[in-house]
């Protein structure tokens, strides 16, 4: 069985943790992620501190296992939910597009362990500093808004830069992702992808389909001009915006703009046209309907077996 450090740091039985998937990573996926042994995680997205506190209170009747809340830091109700999750007792709190530094006194008080995404070294020092728990080291394979560095590159620097355990993330979904990850220096890896297709994942059946039809070609990266890339599956969405990113009669307000509401159109329309579909390029390897647990446990005896066969290439 693979035992981590995040597992004790956590409470979890598996080192896996849950991407925090806008519109996506509601209760109903989280509970089924705790409830299998991994960390599930609410998104709690722009979405006000009222739905995020009944998220929470569903997601506690579904599992009594730990369980955490995404926080994305740009977030307008970002000052009321940081409230939220120390009021109903969240034990843990990643966090996104920000510095979570101002949070960190009450939530550390409140004995949440916070774990920050990080896309770089010096971010991840300062997340140690400010008294993180762990950092998720997130490569730029991984679907929705991303980093320049791969995930290879990034989880060795950040391990050796930092004393508090990372968490892999960014083209991670099967036990060869894993096993890797845990060589490159983390104690466990974070998948959103490859839960997009979890029985329990609320996203809409089109927006499945695609994932589990896409190809290694199939993701692009748009959004580079505004400074901050989001990767997606293509569709005419993408690349239009791709197209008018590179116009430059086009504004950025009006880029902004023609963005706006895309991914809610996805993953709760199924509008597959003119909805952003955010996947990470290793949506090519995610090919059946699983139930949370079955995926959890297959990653997990898939890195199992490898690392045990580790002694076979050294002499």
């Not at 997130?138 to 995930?151: K, Y």
């Not at 508090?164 to 060869?176: E, H, K, L, N």
């Not at 008018?244 to 963005?259: I, M, R």
């Not at 990470?280 to 997990?300: F, N």
């Amino acid at each position: 069985m693979i035992d981590s450090p995040l597992c004790s740091l956590l409470g979890i039985q598996y080192p896996v943790l849950q991407g925090g998937m806008a519109w996506i990573a509601d209760a109903s996926l989280a509970a089924a992620v705790s409830e299998a042994g991994g960390l599930g995680i609410i998104s709690a997205m722009n979405a006000s501190a009222d739905w995020l506190r009944e998220e929470i209170r569903t997601a506690k009747k579904l599992t009594g296992r730990p369980f955490g809340v995404n926080i994305m830091l740009m977030s307008p109700h970002v000052e009321d939910v940081a409230r939220v999750v120390v009021e109903e007792g969240v034990p843990v709190v990643t966090t996104g597009a920000g510095n979570p530094g101002k949070h960190m006194g009450p939530w550390k008080e409140a004995g949440i362990k916070v774990l920050p995404v990080v896309a770089s070294v010096a971010l991840a020092r300062m997340m140690q500093r400010s008294g993180a728990s762990a950092v998720i080291a997130e490569g730029g394979e991984s679907g929705g808004h991303i980093g320049e560095a791969s995930t290879m590159a990034l989880v060795p620097q950040v391990a050796s830069a930092v004393d508090i355990p990372v968490v892999a993330a960014g083209g991670i979904a099967d036990g060869r992702g894993m096993a890797a990850s845990l060589m490159l220096g983390a104690c466990g890896v974070q998948m959103g992808t490859r839960f997009l297709v979890a029985d329990e994942c609320t996203v809409h059946e089109n927006y499945k389909a695609r994932v589990l039809k896409a190809r290694d070609i199939d993701t692009m990266a748009t959004g580079r001009r505004l400074g901050h890339p989001v990767r997606c599956i293509k569709n005419p969405f993408s690349r239009e915006f791709l197209r008018k990113e590179y116009d430059s009669s086009v504004t950025d307000e009006a880029l902004e703009a023609f963005g706006g509401g895309a991914l809610y159109r996805a993953a709760k329309e199924g509008d597959m046209e003119t909805g952003s579909i955010l996947a990470g390029q290793i949506a090519g390897m995610v090919t059946r309907r699983q139930p949370a647990a079955e995926i959890i446990s297959e990653v997990c005896a898939e890195a199992e077996v490898l690392l045990k066969g580790a002694s076979q290439w050294v002499k």
